[in-house]
């Protein structure tokens, strides 16, 4: 197994341990609010019917005087042809009142009409006097609470019985069952929604998690090329040097010097690294000054015009803008080094270098162009990666490691500007730093 195939199993593992994780925190939260969602309704019903029936019970305990208005005497005393003249128990629609002797006989089984044949099976319970119970009886449900009336009830029909208040309550469970199923469908229905989503959030979490771990693998397997490479010459140095242990430092000097050039080479090589790894953590310190550009342009120009003009190139400045800017003048520099270091080594004789700014908005702009082969299109973006080279060869013979951009492009982004390159009509490349212009009152 490669390490390209491992990776990508790694990746995959990860990913799928991710969209189950999402998978699984939004299943939680449906889950929890559906169940919460009904909990609340659920209470709010029968918290509707328990009202319904604690304003029937306070109607029943609070009965008005029978005997002034009607002269009814008592159902138990001796006059019993009478009975049937005593105030039935009046009730709200899908409520029926039972009332119980303390023997527990059913008192008022006119009132019930056709109900007597369901509520018939109803027997008086003592123990659950002044608690609310949910019944069933022939499959249909009641909401119940048994009081023990007062015998001073102005209703002889109450006084001093056992009232059973019970409200029919088929209409609500229908409806918490009905709720219940529409909020299960709403579960499974944002469940599939979930798995979409949890897919696109996978996808999209993970895409700058296997981009980071792509240029970190590359980052790392350059890095170790790039140093294996002046090792290796080194080594092969030294140890033909063993060979000849009687040679003189005269005799050896190309191998020595040779050794020498790749130890500058690491030297360089690892500076740059430590630049990037500063970078990436944040801990490069910059001293940011009000500047204008004649005060960190011209130190960076000077050693290039000798080197380009004895290389047989030509060599142009035009600096003519006068503009504030906040940044760190030794950054900047670096930031113009690294820019006509490639312009100088990618020039051909008889080419043309050329500096100057403009001015583009608020921005103050630094222009470096060469006539040079030029830079594809694919390529424009990619070379502000780390080690990267749009020919390797030529860089690696030019000294080049691929991290000079990337430095570049590290401190652009510290000072709020911009990096970028396009082509330099009719050949060659121009790259342009861009800054915010410091407007001062």
Do not use: C
Not at 41 to 52: L, M
Not at 72 to 92: C, F, L, T
Not at 261 to 281: G, K, M
Not at 336 to 353: F, M, Q, R, V, W
């Amino acid at each position: 197994m490669n390490n390209k195939t491992k990776q990508n199993k790694i990746t995959r593992r990860q990913q799928l341990k991710l969209f189950f994780s999402i998978m699984a925190t939004f299943a939680v939260l449906f889950l929890t609010l559906g169940i919460i969602i009904f909990n609340r309704f659920q209470n709010a019903t029968y918290r509707s019917i328990d009202q319904d029936i604690k304003n029937q019970v306070t109607t029943i305990q609070k009965q008005p005087d029978m005997h002034q208005n009607t002269g009814i005497v008592d159902p138990h005393g001796p006059n019993n042809e009478q009975s049937n003249k005593q105030p039935e128990p009046r009730a709200p629609f899908q409520t029926s009142i039972l009332v119980f002797d303390a023997k527990g006989k059913l008192l008022n089984k006119s009132s019930l009409g056709n109900r007597y044949s369901v509520l018939k099976q109803i027997k008086l319970n003592k123990k659950n006097i002044n608690s609310k119970q949910t019944l069933t009886v022939k499959k249909m449900s009641f909401r119940a609470y048994l009081i023990k009336v007062s015998k001073n009830n102005n209703n002889p029909m109450y006084a001093g019985h056992y009232v059973l208040i019970m409200q029919n309550i088929d209409t609500q469970i229908q409806s918490m069952e009905n709720f219940q199923k529409i909020l299960i469908m709403t579960f499974f229905i944002f469940w599939i929604i979930a798995l979409i989503l949890s897919y696109v959030l996978t996808r999209i979490t993970m895409f700058p998690i296997i981009k980071s771990w792509k240029q970190q693998s590359e980052f790392v397997n350059d890095a170790a090329h790039e140093l294996r490479t002046p090792l290796t010459i080194i080594q092969g140095k030294l140890e033909y040097m063993l060979t000849r242990p009687k040679s003189t430092v005269l005799d050896e000097a190309e191998s020595i010097s040779v050794s020498l050039d790749e130890v500058s080479r690491l030297n360089s090589l690892t500076n740059n690294l430590l630049i990037l790894a500063r970078a990436d953590q944040a801990t490069t310190k910059f001293d940011f000054t009000l500047t204008q550009p004649d005060f960190f342009i011209k130190d960076p120009i000077m050693p290039f015009k000798d080197i380009i003009n004895s290389q047989s190139k030509v060599f142009q400045e035009n600096i003519r803008h006068k503009v504030t800017l906040n940044v760190d003048r030794d950054k900047i520099k670096q930031v113009l080094i690294i820019l006509l270091d490639n312009a100088t080594k990618y020039t051909p004789e008889n080419g043309t270098i050329r500096i100057y700014d403009n001015l583009e908005g608020s921005k103050y702009q630094i222009v470096i162009s060469d006539t040079g082969v030029g830079i594809k299109d694919s390529d424009k973006k990619k070379i502000f990666g780390r080690f990267y080279r749009v020919d390797k060869s030529r860089n690696r013979n030019s000294g080049g490691h691929g991290l000079g951009l990337a430095i570049a492009q590290q401190i652009m982004n510290e000072h709020h500007g911009k990096i970028f390159v396009r082509d330099n009509l009719p050949q060659g490349s121009e790259f342009v730093i861009e800054l915010p212009i410091k407007h001062t009152h």
